[in-house]
């Protein structure tokens, strides 16, 4: 399919606009956005290449099955990576319903109209097709001090954001082994770079921390995470797109635990020298808040199947990166001004 676009949803968000940013410029495919433009979606991310001829956009509710069968007929689309979703745990837990319909409802009538889509291609064209449902490690649920979540592990998802990737991933299953549509699903750990929507932990930090603000870190700041840079991600979904195994899972991480409050600290300290404060100033803001209801303690990926099958693996070093990534926010204010919207509070603490 020589002709056909490369659909990618919620790709004004986070992970979806570095997707696009990148694939753009290194492609000749043509690539559409389609995404609902909620709090966390901003064209800001796709300034860079709204003007090249590859690249097309959509504002559209993966939820509105019509409007997508259209865009899907229209575009001549022959793969689908499914990236939109509601994705902040704290927002979760004050509003669930919202996460079951985009995550769960939204998932299951794209599968649907993607299904009805690739029924209509020519063989040769169903061949080539895939549906790559990007979701995260924490459907899993939480791990004690030491292993890692593989493919393999039994879910045990433990707030509502979790459980509505868990849900939306077992439909994607489902529609491959039911009905044959070529689904690839994948399970990544925390993501970190430049444009990320500013209620997450990096960022807020790093905004927070440059104006003075308190920094609440939620119970004593021990959580652990695997962190993946969005680029290493972004690298990983495409190798998964063209030479991904249909019906099979792939974990994508970063090989990098760190501990919350040991991210809040360095930021901290690179504020401080990146400003010309005295050392230590940043570190002062910290304050120790009740933590989240039902945290997790600790994740960490297993990349072995995506590595020896694939021959991938994270090229960022996390120090270099977490320091660029800080430093990006500091640079690019307006555009910080510009994706923050009015309804955006900071409810409870942070991690």
């Known amino acids: 399919m020589s002709d056909s676009a490369i659909l990618i949803t919620g790709g004004a968000g986070f992970i979806g606009s570095a997707l696009v940013r990148r694939w753009v410029k290194q492609t000749s495919r043509r ?141 994607a299953r489902a529609y491959h082994h039911t009905y044959g549509l070529p689904v ?62 249909p019906g099979e899972t792939y974990n994508i991480g970063g090989q990098c635990e760190r501990a919350n409050l040991e991210i809040v600290e360095t930021i901290c300290d690179i504020v401080d020298e990146v400003l010309g404060r005295v050392a230590g100033t940043s570190r002062n803001l910290i304050e120790f808040v009740a933590d989240r209801p039902g945290h997790d303690r600790r994740y960490a990926v297993d990349i072995g199947k995506i590595q020896s099958e694939l021959s991938w693996r994270p090229e960022h070093d996390f120090q270099s990166g977490l320091r660029d990534t800080v430093q990006w926010y500091i640079e690019n204010q307006e555009w910080i001004r510009r994706v923050a919207s009015g309804e955006y509070r900071v409810r409870r603490g942070l991690g």
Request: hydrophobic share 40%.
């Open 184 to 245: 690839i699903v994948t399970n990544c750990s925390n993501n970190y770079g430049p444009y990320q929507f500013p209620e997450k932990l990096i960022p807020l930090i790093t905004l927070n921390a440059m104006e003075g603000r308190p920094l609440p870190v939620y119970g004593d700041g021990q959580q652990v995470r695997d962190w993946l840079h969005v680029d290493d991600h972004c690298s990983a979904l495409r190798l998964l797109l063209e030479r991904g195994t």
């Open 31 to 171: 690539i559409l956005v389609v995404d609902k433009l909620t709090y966390a979606g901003n064209l800001d991310s796709l300034d860079p290449v709204v003007s090249e001829s590859n690249f097309a956009f959509e504002e559209a509710d993966i939820g509105d099955a019509a409007r997508i069968a259209a865009v899907l007929r229209r575009h001549k689309v022959g793969s689908v990576l499914h990236l939109a979703a509601e994705t902040h745990v704290d927002r979760s837990i004050d509003g669930p319903n919202e996460f079951a319909m985009t995550n769960v409802i939204g998932t299951l009538t794209l599968l649907e109209v993607s299904l009805r889509h690739w029924e209509a291609l020519a063989e040769r064209d169903r061949q080539e097709f895939r549906f790559l449902n990007v979701s995260t490690d924490e459907v899993y649920g939480s791990l004690g001090e030491t292993g890692s979540f593989r493919e393999t592990t039994a879910y045990s998802p433990n707030s509502p954001y979790s459980a509505s990737k868990a849900s939306a991933d077992h439909f």
